[in-house]
Structure formats: structure tokens, C-alpha cells
């Protein structure tokens, strides 16, 4: 299929690495762009556990390679690709949990005890949802310290915006329900709205579904990860 990928630039290689090897053709069109916040200190305290919700976290300066105070805490990772970036960053006691926030609350509360500490929450500026409400909602101390933000694209890129005019795109893929959003933007101030809606688009959960709209073909992926939204793709025609 003609693919076009909506993530970061630095996620953008790996992914299209694994669907060429699906036989796949790749049009980048990344929807954020990743600005970290260096001049943003971790905060000190005795944290029993750190909570992450996007591999940028463990990319910023303060947090990887993983100082030594921090380096031994339990990390609940929201999925495999954040774990993996906690795992080369040096954290000893990575755990890929969740899916999502409200998986990923789960997780904590089930490993760990209001009583034994603080969860340090490294984020960008926004978040798909309230991991800290949840949490302190059930006992926590939560330190939520933002390293980094996320722009939207103000367009999308000139080799997308040919394809989708040539009717040489079969699908899209979306990660959140902010790309989800600012894809439906970016097609209808580029006056492709009525292209986008004759392609798939494949979503990584339901609220990315939801963030579309009405009138978008959307496919779901039967977790919220990203092997089995390549799996999805596998099974489209």
C-alpha cells in the first residue's frame, strides 16, 4: 500500500523501516514536530516509580542516559516503544504497560503504593489524558515536570499533498487523537478533504478514531500499540 506516515521525524525512520520490509511505500508528512525544553531540570525527591507516556521523555537531557538516582526506579512504559527508549536510555526495570493512560494508571496502582513515594510523570506540554488526576484520585503524589512540546505542522508536506491529489495514497496512519485532529485540519485547509475521505486510516485506538471526525474510513487496531497497528495493515487488501 501507499502509506502516508504522520509521525515525528525521529520516529518516522524506524517506522518506515518496518513497513518496507512489509512492502510498503512510504510518503512522509509528520504532523509534530518535537521541541524539548532543555532548560527544564528533573525535580529531586524520593520517587519510588517513574510513569511515561511517550518515548520523547527519556530523549530529553535530564532524563537519558538515565541518571544514577533514577536509573534502578520501576519505569511503567505505555507501550513497547517507550519501553525500549527507557531501556536504551540506561533504566534497569522497564515495564511496557497499558496501552494507554488509563492502562497505564492501572499498572501503577497495582505495582505500587501511595505510601512508598512519588511518581515522577516526565511529559510534553500536552497529553492524551489525565494520567495525574488519575493517580492522585487514588493516593499518589504525582511530580508532572514537562520536557518538551509538541507543534503541529502548519501543512503537510508538498510529496503528500501531490499524492493525495493524484489519488496515489491507500492509507494513513495515525498514532493520538491530536494528529488525528490536525490531519482533518490540514486536509480541509488544503482543500483535500473529499481525497482523504476515499482512503483508510489507520488508527492506533478508538479516541484516535473518534478525533477524526465524521465521514473519515477508519480501521482501528485491536490494541493500542504499534505492532498491532502493523498488523492491521497486514490484513487490509
Known amino acids: 500500500m501507499r502509506l502516508i506516515l504522520t509521525r515525528p521525524e525521529a520516529d518516522l525512520t524506524p517506522l518506515a523501516t518496518k513497513l518496507k520490509a512489509r512492502h510498503h511505500t512510504c510518503i512522509e508528512s509528520p504532523l509534530l514536530a518535537i521541541v524539548m525544553r532543555l532548560g527544564e531540570a528533573i525535580p529531586e525527591g524520593a520517587f519510588q ?5 511517550s518515548a520523547n521523555a527519556v530523549a530529553h537531557p535530564g532524563l537519558g542516559p538515565a541518571p544514577t538516582p ?26 511496557a504497560e497499558g496501552g494507554n493512560i488509563e492502562g497505564l ?7 505500587c503504593d501511595p505510601k512508598d513515594g512519588a511518581i515522577l510523570y516526565p511529559s510534553g506540554a500536552e497529553t492524551a489524558g489525565d494520567l495525574r488526576a488519575t493517580l492522585e484520585t487514588q493516593g499518589f503524589t504525582v511530580e508532572r515536570v514537562i520536557l518538551y512540546d509538541a507543534i503541529a505542522a502548519e501543512t503537510l508536506t508538498p510529496r503528500a499533498i501531490t499524492a493525495l491529489k493524484a ?34 486510516h489507520f488508527c492506533l485506538s478508538p479516541n484516535v478514531a473518534a ?27
Open 49 to 53: 516509580a517513574i510513569a511515561l507516556t
Open 167 to 200: 489519488g496515489l495514497v491507500d492509507g494513513v496512519l495515525l498514532y493520538s487523537p491530536r494528529s488525528a485532529r490536525i490531519w482533518s485540519k490540514l486536509v480541509a485547509e488544503s482543500g483535500l478533504e473529499d481525497a482523504a475521505r476515499r482512503i483508510a
Open 70 to 95: 533514577l536509573a534502578s526506579l520501576k519505569v511503567f512504559a505505555v507501550g513497547m516503544q517507550s519501553a525500549k527508549a527507557a531501556r536504551q536510555a540506561g533504566y534497569n526495570d522497564v515495564r
Open 105 to 111: 494508571a492501572r499498572a501503577i496502582m497495582r505495582d
Open 211 to 237: 478525533a477524526l471526525g465524521a465521514g473519515f474510513i477508519s480501521e482501528v487496531a485491536a490494541r493500542p500499540d504499534e505492532p498491532s497497528l502493523l498488523a492491521l495493515l497486514d490484513r487490509s487488501p
